[in-house]
């Protein structure tokens, strides 16, 4: 159990610099143009992960043979988990970060679009070969349905109030 | 390179736990006893794992008895069997799309709506329902102005009651604070905020990444029409990334217990259960929520009426969670200084965004604050 700060403080420095390297991470993202090749995470995170196992195999040489060492290995991996989760959470909370996501948005819209278009034509084409209904033709009927249902809503409505105040005027 | 290093660390780590291993060998009799619990726990983690593999059970959510009071197109509210002791009734409004309502309703000994009838409330719940490409035209204005004002007429219809409480969780709250704000002549006696984003200027990632000079709602649903379930799953899991990793180590750990393995598979199959967002609804939610902040800044009109918080002015609780990365509790706290109420009380609890709603934690500090609130005011 003596050995027990000195593996807390090993968690720490690595804990610290999963941090840095997530600082560090950021800045790279921020400073790629789309003519840089694509950034390599597994050569730039291994180190870090190397560093972090590292630090798990010697608490656990350190650690007395018992079953509360899983519970130790536990709330490591909890501990683990919870720093990346921080160090992700920072990443993402970057004006470069939302700016990439929106970039992927846009790219898979642009990807997207013409692709549906033309699949939607053909799959509409195909069912009026064999006279079949298509999708935006049952989505017509639905779209209908609802509105006749909104409409007989509001004449309930307006029957009601008219009810209402016929009840009121009748003498009791 | 790397790669070396990375075996050399696993191959210390396998030593040393080798050694450990051997060292328990001459251990006391007391800790003998433990490694053999903890290889009993092992070998019932193995047998759940296997049951859930190979034959797994479809968890029974959403137990309590109730009877359907209302339909409208996908909506439907219910209202569930309770002593009604509590004269006023209470109106659930969720979230419109992300998830299915079962989760207030999870498991029984593990349920809001079931605390909150056993506590004698007259409960209600709005559910809004799966809508298809059929409801793309449904905007959040049609939510405010159509739905909401027929459901709480249905409430007050088949309760007989003069007024009611009305409850918003999630992006049921600014919704439903938008119905309250712009309708006063709707009887609303408390209003409660669980979990709702009010001021969208503090809403955290979202608000960072659906921001109008980076995110184009426009073109989006131009051309997806509706938003799908499966974009609606990117979202959320992105914005915590590292849950999954965290619940599968949880469900490892606990998978010798029994209890843990069944609410977990229930809690499991609503995280899993994602639901589209009509196009229309989600341009506008967009837009004037998270992009312009309309509702906060008291911008929104709705069916011509103009949306003003200051104009609530019954009783008003709000409830934050401290560690909610979808709605963080400053944004959900700003409906404390927006409203004109002057009895209005703020908790923060631990926690995230669902343990308000589902889990021991709810159970043990939420839902007692949100009934002891609401008790003498109902």
Redesign the interface.
Same mark, same amino acid.
């Given at each position: 159990m003596a050995d027990q700060p000195a593996a807390t403080q090993l968690f720490d420095i690595w804990k610290r610099q999963l941090e840095e390297s997530t600082q560090a991470w950021t800045r790279l993202l921020g400073q790629q143009t789309p003519q840089a090749p694509p950034l390599d995470p597994a050569?730039f995170w %291994?180190?870090v992960?190397?560093q972090g196992?590292?630090t798990? =195999? +010697?608490m656990? =040489?350190q650690?007395?043979?018992?079953?509360? /060492?899983?519970t130790q290995w $536990?709330q490591f &991996? @909890?501990q683990w #988990?919870?720093a990346?989760?921080r160090a992700?959470?920072q990443t /993402?909370?970057t004006?470069q970060f =939302? $700016?990439l #996501?929106?970039q992927q &948005? @846009?790219a898979m819209?642009a990807a997207?679009?013409p692709g +549906?278009k033309m699949f939607d034509q053909q799959v509409e084409q195909m069912l009026q070969t064999f006279n079949l209904p298509s %999708?935006a033709q049952l989505?017509g009927v639905? $779209?209908q #349905?609802?509105e006749l249902? @909104?409409r007989i809503?509001r004449l309930e409505d307006k029957l009601g109030a008219v009810l209402r105040r016929l009840e009121a005027r009748e003498p009791r | 390179m790397g790669q070396e290093r990375f075996a050399d660390v696993v191959e210390r780590f396998t030593n040393g736990y080798a050694g450990a291993v051997a060292a328990a060998a001459q251990a006391s009799p007391e800790t003998v006893k433990q490694w053999q619990q903890e290889f009993e726990r092992n070998f019932k983690r193995l047998q759940n794992l296997h049951a859930m593999l190979t034959n797994p059970v479809q968890p029974q959510t959403g137990q309590t008895p109730r009877e359907v009071v209302y339909k409208k197109n996908k909506s439907r509210l219910y209202r569930y069997a309770s002593a009604r002791t509590h004269r006023t009734p209470l109106l659930f409004v969720p979230n419109l799309g992300i998830s299915r309502p079962y989760i207030f309703d999870l498991l029984p000994n593990g349920s809001f709506i079931e605390y909150m009838t056993h506590q004698g409330f007259d409960f209600y719940l709005l559910d809004w329902g799966v809508f298809g490409p059929e409801d793309d035209d449904l905007t959040v204005e049609h939510c405010v102005t159509r739905i909401l004002p027929r459901m709480t007429r249905e409430v007050l219809e088949s309760s007989g009651a003069p007024d009611l409480t009305v409850l918003g969780y999630c992006m049921g709250a600014p919704v439903a604070a938008s119905f309250v704000a712009s309708h006063p002549e709707v009887p609303v006696r408390n209003f409660i905020n669980m979990a709702g984003p009010i001021d969208f200027s503090k809403v955290g990632l979202f608000g960072l990444w659906l921001s109008k000079d980076r995110f184009n709602v426009d073109r989006f649903v131009d051309t997806l029409g509706s938003i799908p379930a499966d974009l609606v799953k990117a979202g959320f899991k992105l914005i915590k990334p590292t849950m999954d990793l965290s619940t599968n180590l949880n469900l490892w750990w606990n998978l010798w217990n029994d209890t843990y393995v069944e609410s977990f598979q229930a809690l499991n199959k609503w995280a899993n259960e994602y639901v589209a967002f009509p196009g229309e609804f989600f341009r506008q939610w967009v837009r004037d929520y998270y992009q312009e902040n309309k509702l906060y800044r008291g911008e929104l009109v709705m069916g011509g009426r103009r949306v003003d918080l200051r104009s609530i002015t019954c009783p008003v609780f709000v409830v934050g969670a401290k560690e909610d990365y979808i709605a963080p509790p400053e944004c959900v706290r700003a409906l404390m200084d927006a409203v004109g109420s002057r009895d209005k009380e703020y908790v923060e609890l631990p926690g995230g965004h669902i343990s308000l709603i589902a889990g021991r934690g709810a159970a043990a500090h939420c839902w007692p604050k949100v009934s002891s609130w609401l008790g003498p005011r109902s």
């Open positions: 050569a %291994r180190p992960l190397n196992l590292e798990w =195999a +010697r656990f =040489a650690t007395p043979a018992s079953p509360e /060492m899983l $536990k &991996l @909890d #988990i919870d990346w989760s992700l959470g /993402m909370g004006e =939302a $700016k #996501i929106n &948005l @846009d819209l997207q679009a +549906r %999708r989505t639905a $779209k #349905i609802v249902e @909104d809503e | -």
